[in-house]
């Protein structure tokens, strides 16, 4: 005869409660891994097209050496590199916050853990909160606590999307020392319109990458806010 006792309604309901919230960050996890897998895709893609456009414009230009058959054949090549990449970063920016989602999503059931056992906080190296302070602690970005603005010009352009940027802003640099070329400009003439070129395509991509990560839907506005930083001990 078994003398073992059967398990209270509120332990397996908490078991229950458990199961379903690890379905669900792990799904949440396979999902962040696709997101990923995406995002690299799209930037080899990028890469590929470009790689294929400059040794295409180097046997170009041995034949033409700069001429106007080179000119007529760079500016709309790198035209539609110029498209491709600013479609990647678009698309880049929509992942990310796909990715910001799925943080959010995994720091909410964090909290429904804690809710659950409460003693298993100091093990949690990631947030049990939702808001932005919360996600960029889960993100390893501790610029918050530090006193620092994530959303910086040198951290946007440590990220895939800021390093695109870049390359191509110099793309669209380079069409406009070739539209430059094309009317006659000067050397220095030269110089100007693609460092204006170069200046204007960042900027713009800038703006427009801070504006992409302002925007959130309701659904992601904070249930479970980040407690208040202790202040700072006075003086004795």
């Given at each position: 005869m078994?003398?073992?006792?059967?398990?209270?309604?509120?332990?397996s309901g908490d078991a229950g409660k458990l199961q379903i919230l690890a379905t669900?960050?792990?799904s949440l996890l396979a999902t962040r891994s696709l997101t990923y897998t995406e995002s690299l895709n799209r930037v080899t893609i990028f890469l590929a097209i470009l790689s294929g456009a400059m040794i295409a414009?180097?046997?170009?230009?041995?034949?033409?050496?700069?001429?106007?058959a080179f000119i007529s054949i760079a500016i709309p090549l790198l035209t539609v590199v110029l498209y491709t990449g600013i479609a990647t970063?678009?698309?880049l920016h929509t992942l990310n916050r796909d990715?910001?989602?799925?943080?959010?999503?995994?720091?909410?059931?964090?909290h429904?853990?804690?809710?659950?056992?409460?003693?298993?906080?100091?093990h949690f190296i990631a947030?049990?909160?939702?808001?932005?302070?919360?996600?960029?602690?889960?993100?390893?970005?501790?610029?918050?606590?530090?006193?620092?603005?994530?959303?910086?010009?040198?951290?946007?352009?440590?990220?895939?999307?800021g390093m695109l940027t870049v390359i191509v802003a110099a793309v669209g640099a380079a069409i406009g020392a070739l539209a430059a070329l094309a009317i006659g400009f000067p050397p220095l003439g030269l110089v100007l319109a693609a460092a204006a070129a170069f200046v204007l395509v960042l900027v713009l991509m800038e703006i427009w990458g801070r504006r992409s990560?302002?925007?959130?839907?309701?659904?992601?506005?904070?249930?479970?806010?980040?407690?208040?930083?202790?202040?700072?001990?006075g003086p004795p």
């Open positions: 078994s003398t073992e006792m059967p398990p209270s309604r509120a332990e669900e960050h792990w414009l180097a046997l170009v230009a041995q034949v033409d050496r700069f001429g106007p970063i678009a698309r990715d910001f989602r799925w943080v959010i999503g995994m720091n909410r059931l964090r429904a853990y804690l809710e659950l056992h409460p003693e298993l906080e100091p947030s049990p909160y939702d808001d932005m302070r919360g996600a960029l602690q889960t993100l390893g970005i501790d610029d918050i606590r530090a006193g620092r603005r994530p959303g910086s010009l040198f951290h946007l352009l440590q990220t895939l999307p990560v302002r925007r959130l839907t309701p659904s992601l506005q904070p249930r479970f806010p980040s407690l208040p930083s202790p202040s700072p001990p």
